[in-house]
């Protein structure tokens, strides 16, 4: 998937935090430790640093939710992270997106931190992040 049809995903799919761009999705693909697990629908982007992963991003297209691809695209970073030498994962998800929450925690992702008001909604309402984290021994 190129970094315009990633961004094009992204815009279809997030408001809060807001959509990043194929020029910011490019820069941070070219950071070490970045990789992209990709299907026709979606894609995860993560990041290994010495024994901790983090999913950066997991976008799916709104019209093929509900399907797996989600489930399936997360258990792919969640391989490649081990593959890297991972032994945790992280992610960082907006508290009003009730479809990744369900995804998450029904994944074993268990909450461990909160932000505060972190995100700015469209409306300029802020919004907490949550923290979540896996084991992946």
Not at 6 to 22: G, K, V
Not at 70 to 81: K, N, T, V, W
Request: net charge negative; charged share 20%.
């Amino acid at each position: 998937m190129t970094p315009a049809a990633m961004a094009a995903l992204h815009t279809a799919c997030f408001t809060t935090p807001r959509p990043w761009s194929a020029c910011e999705l490019t820069g941070i693909m070219g950071t070490p430790g970045v990789f992209l697990s990709e299907s026709a629908f979606g894609f995860a982007l993560g990041r290994v640093v010495v024994d901790e992963a983090e999913l950066l991003t997991l976008a799916v297209s709104p019209a093929h939710r509900r399907h797996g691809t989600g489930r399936a695209l997360l258990a792919a970073f969640e391989a490649e992270a081990r593959a890297e030498g991972a032994r945790t994962a992280f992610l960082e998800v907006s508290a009003d997106n009730a479809a990744a929450l369900a995804l998450y925690e029904s994944s074993d992702y268990r909450q461990t931190g909160q932000r505060p008001g972190y995100y700015t909604g469209p409306d300029g309402t802020r919004i907490d992040a949550l923290i979540y984290a896996k084991s992946l021994d």
